[in-house]
């Protein structure tokens, strides 16, 4: 009888890279694959349940600021942006990987993009075109995403996408902060980035399906 992959598998040493999610070499934790059980009752769920509860005030309050630059939606931002980390060091040092966490921080993180977005839409805060684009990009990464999870595929998050987030999530914060010249810059790279990202994520779903069994009639 087979060793149960959970049991074997070993949670690596604690170093900083790999405790800051610098270093994620390695397999990926069996807890997270597609046929784990979900296991949503965990601490790092708990922040990602939390970092998706103060995505509704923060859109509140963008929403009814006059210009799309108070104070407290930003910072709502940044609590939410940052948290990020919190649940991902949480899972490193307790171990409590789980399917459904596996799923729902990147969630939130679009969730995130998509909230803080929409305020910068209404105020034109950033570019709509390049916001009409990166909505376009999220809402085809959720649908992609859906149908790989569908057929039982494991798509790892690709460095582009990896280096696209932090000038995507700081160009958001500085338009609601109302650094105007910076937040552009910045989303200029991250919109760039993402959209590499997602070709390559459409790159390797297509090479993932073509080398999966057929299954039988």
């Known amino acids: 009888m087979a060793d149960d992959p959970v049991k074997a598998w070993r949670n690596p040493r604690l170093t900083f890279r790999r405790l ?30 939390v970092r998706l ?3 509704v005030p923060m859109l509140i309050l ?5 210009s799309g630059t108070d104070a407290w939606p930003a910072i709502l931002f940044a609590i939410v942006s940052w948290s990020d980390y919190a649940d991902g060091i949480a899972a490193r ?16 993180d679009r969730l995130l993009v998509v909230t803080g977005v929409i305020i910068c839409w209404k105020f034109e805060t950033l570019p709509r075109w390049g916001i009409a684009i990166l909505l376009a ?6 649908i992609a995403g859906r149908i790989a999870l569908s057929r039982g595929l494991d798509l790892k998050i690709n460095w ?3 280096w696209g987030v932090w000038p995507t999530m700081s160009a958001i914060f500085f338009a609601m902060a109302g650094v105007d ?5 910045l989303f200029y790279i991250g919109l760039a980035l993402s959209l590499i990202a ?3 994520y459409t790159r390797d779903a297509l090479s993932a399906t073509r080398g999966a069994p057929s299954s039988s009639a």
Do not use: K, M
């Open 20 to 49: 800051s999610g610098l270093d994620r070499s390695g397999p990926p934790p069996p807890q997270t694959l597609h046929d784990a059980p979900w296991n949503v009752w965990t601490i790092p769920n708990a922040i990602g349940f």
């Open 137 to 142: 990009r999220e809402l085809y990464l959720l």
């Open 181 to 185: 010249v910076l937040a552009h810059v």
């Open 62 to 66: 963008g929403l009814s600021s006059d």
């Open 160 to 162: 582009w996408g990896r």
């Open 53 to 55: 509860a103060l995505l």
């Open 198 to 200: 997602a070709v390559v």
């Open 93 to 108: 040092i307790t171990g409590q990987y789980s399917r459904f966490g596996a799923l729902l921080d990147p969630v939130v």
